[in-house]
């Protein structure tokens, strides 16, 4: 849920911000400016909640915490990318292949009920892919919108 509000809170900021300073709207690039807000976000949680963030991954895969590490290093990298005009283009593609991979660690730690930021198994379980599937489709097609089409 937070992502989510920061994405919509600094979308809504960008839009007023951009029109007082460039008197037009800009909504391309205020998706960007969000999108990569919204990365820098989730990417903290990676250096503070890594041992929860670790659980959430399955163990077939090794390097847990390198994992997590790595993961939070390209949200940010990526977020810079897609601000960069010739990069957005390349940089939403990795995106949004990115945010596919990402769903399979959100299932497996709904399943096992993870609460990544306590690192316990008292999280909120299979409901909260109702919300958090939907989510990653929001973020795919706004990566989608802001950096791939022609704008």
């Known amino acids: 849920m937070k992502p989510l509000i920061v994405l919509l809170g600094v979308f809504l900021i960008s839009i007023f911000i951009l029109k007082l300073t460039?008197?037009?709207?800009?909504?391309?690039l205020s998706a960007r400016i969000a999108m990569c807000a919204m990365l820098f976000f989730t990417?903290?949680?990676h250096f503070t909640f890594t041992k929860g963030?670790?659980?959430?991954?399955?163990p077939i895969i090794p390097f847990k915490t390198a994992t997590i590490y790595l993961t939070g290093?390209?949200?940010i990298l990526l977020g810079i990318c897609i601000l960069i005009p010739r990069l957005s283009h390349y940089a939403g593609w990795v995106l949004?292949?990115?945010?596919?991979?990402?769903?399979?660690?959100?299932i497996?730690?709904?399943?096992?009920?993870?609460?990544y930021q306590k690192a316990t198994f008292d999280g909120n379980g299979l409901n909260y892919l109702w919300f958090r599937v939907p989510l990653q489709v929001l973020f795919i097609?706004?990566?989608?919108?802001?950096?791939?089409?022609?704008?």
Request: net charge neutral.
């Open 43 to 45: 990417a903290i949680g």
């Open 141 to 151: 097609a706004w990566t989608y919108f802001s950096t791939i089409t022609k704008n």
């Open 22 to 28: 460039t008197q037009k709207y800009d909504l391309f």
């Open 53 to 58: 963030m670790a659980m959430m991954i399955p």
């Open 108 to 115: 497996y730690a709904a399943i096992k009920h993870i609460d």
């Open 96 to 106: 949004m292949v990115f945010f596919i991979l990402l769903l399979p660690a959100n």
């Open 73 to 75: 290093s390209l949200e």
